[in-house]
């Protein structure tokens, strides 16, 4: 089983709502990523965890805030957000890196956010 | 700099036909992956194929093979017996092995296949 859910698969948000994403994986991957994509554009890295700690956070702004509560979850809070964070924020999960080993990252079929 | 480069933004193929999605890449780590992603219009990314920077044989799976040609630094993505479901966005991307655990994307083909 390859699979990464998230959850919703899209959410309209006002610029003073808090909402939260969230994604789940159950293939025992110690790496967890957001990435968030704007139309015709490749994902941006966001954050990463490994072994359920922050181990990047790509200059993110803080109105973003990464959560990853045990192995197999991980959520993104969102507070205050602006309209040109609309976009798909997409999950994805992969074995942990190991010296000289490089692993593909599985990707959920990701949330479309829209902030009015 | 760029790491990953796809240079055709948009590429349109007879069905049936097999087409080649050309990647060049730029790294100085010797341990490094290469994948292809595929991205249909409902935004799921999926995973397609890999190559390791050690192996030796061309990656295949199944219709995808790429094209590994190290010395040229060139990952080409071959794509036999092309069906009206490969209409898609393909990314390039690669993650270095020495590094953090960042993939590196390209900015991606676009490919209609025309029936």
């Known amino acids: 089983d390859t699979e990464v859910t998230q959850t919703p698969k899209h959410l309209v948000m006002g610029m003073t709502n808090k909402k939260s994403l969230k994604c789940e994986q159950h293939?025992?991957?110690?790496?967890m990523y957001w990435y968030k994509q704007k139309a015709k554009k490749p994902p941006e890295l966001m954050f990463v965890y490994s072994y359920e700690k922050l181990s990047i956070n790509e200059s993110v702004p803080s109105r973003f805030s990464p959560e990853c509560p045990n192995s197999s979850l991980l959520n993104l809070h969102l507070h205050a957000l602006q309209p040109e964070d609309s976009a798909l924020y997409l999950c994805a999960s992969s074995r942990r890196r190991t010296s000289g080993a490089v692993y593909e990252q599985y990707f959920g079929p990701g949330t479309r956010l829209t902030v009015t | 700099a760029q790491k990953i480069t796809q240079t055709q933004p948009g590429m349109f193929v007879q069905e049936k036909e097999a087409v080649t999605l050309d990647c060049t890449y730029d790294t100085s780590d010797q341990s490094y992956g290469l994948f292809w992603y595929k991205q249909p219009s409902s935004g799921e990314m999926i995973f397609l194929i890999y190559?390791?920077?050690?192996?030796?044989q061309n990656a295949t799976e199944g219709r995808y093979s790429l094209n590994f040609q190290k010395a040229r630094k060139s990952a080409n993505l071959v794509i036999s017996a092309s069906q009206l479901g490969d209409s898609a966005m393909y990314f390039c991307a690669m993650r270095e092995g020495n590094r953090d655990d960042k993939i590196i994307f390209g900015k991606g083909t676009r490919l209609h296949i025309l029936p």
């Open positions: 293939m025992g991957h110690r790496a």
């Open positions: 190559q390791g920077s050690y192996d030796e």
